[in-house]
């Protein structure tokens, strides 16, 4: 019978070889070595195990906790990052709706035919011999239409220029008509009574005077 050859190998030392492995993995995690300093402790690593699969295995046995956590907080920021382009998408899409929205509501309008003429401004009475200028102000709804107003007067009492300047040139009554250029239908009608020159009382039943001491007619 062959005698066989005695095995002088050593048993493996466990904890060195998981200090060199965790030896690595602080360095990549620490980034404090280069990829050339790495490769000599995983060659030293190899060396020290014998094996290169041992090596390996020992290696990701130490790296795998660190590098499944690196993963998941890597997927839990791209989790994030979704959301957040979700909601992004999202409100976009809430913002093109209202547009859209705005445009038809627009588009199922004529901008060129005004419903009507709102008068602002306009006096109910001009004194004969006022020399103030007085001014018809009229506005097309809606207000984004095309188009703008026209006065016309009967020039009975009082004279408009189509821009609504008002000039009283008779004791009487005018009507005057504010009239959209782009629709002639859609008019707005008032009416100016011109009267003689009054005077004006103070509340206590006195004359009310000027600045220069002068009496104020109306």
């Known amino acids: 019978m062959a005698q066989l050859t005695e095995n002088n190998l050593q048993l493996l030392d466990t904890a060195d070889l998981m ?5 690595i993995r602080d360095a990549v995690q620490a980034k404090t ?8 402790l995983f060659c030293d690593l190899i060396d020290a195990c014998g094996d290169i699969n041992k090596a390996v295995r020992l290696f990701l046995s130490t790296n795998v906790p660190e590098i499944q956590a690196d993963i998941d ?3 839990a920021g791209a989790d994030d ?5 979700a909601a992004e998408i999202q ?11 705005l445009v038809a509501k627009l588009t199922s309008q004529n901008l060129n035919a005004p419903e009507r003429v709102d008068i ?3 006096p109910a009475v001009v ?12 506005a097309l709804f809606p207000r984004f239409g095309l188009g703008s107003v026209l006065f016309i007067s009967d020039h009975k009492a009082v004279e408009v220029t189509p ?3 008002v000039r009283p040139v008779a004791l009487g009554r005018s009507t005057v008509h504010a009239v959209a250029t782009a629709d002639t239908s859609v008019y707005k009608s008032l009416c100016i009574e011109v009267v003689p020159p009054r005077l004006r009382l103070a509340a206590a039943g006195a004359l009310r005077l000027d600045g220069k001491g002068n009496i104020r007619l109306t």
């Open 19 to 23: 200090a060199r492995a965790e030896v």
């Open 33 to 40: 070595i280069s990829a050339q300093q790495v490769g000599q």
């Open 73 to 75: 907080s890597r997927l």
């Open 81 to 85: 990052a979704a959301a957040k382009a």
């Open 91 to 101: 409100r976009s899409e809430q913002t093109r709706a209202l547009v859209e929205a």
């Open 120 to 122: 602002n401004a306009a």
């Open 127 to 138: 004194t004969l011999t006022n020399p103030v200028p007085q001014k018809i102000k009229a």
């Open 163 to 165: 821009d609504g300047m």
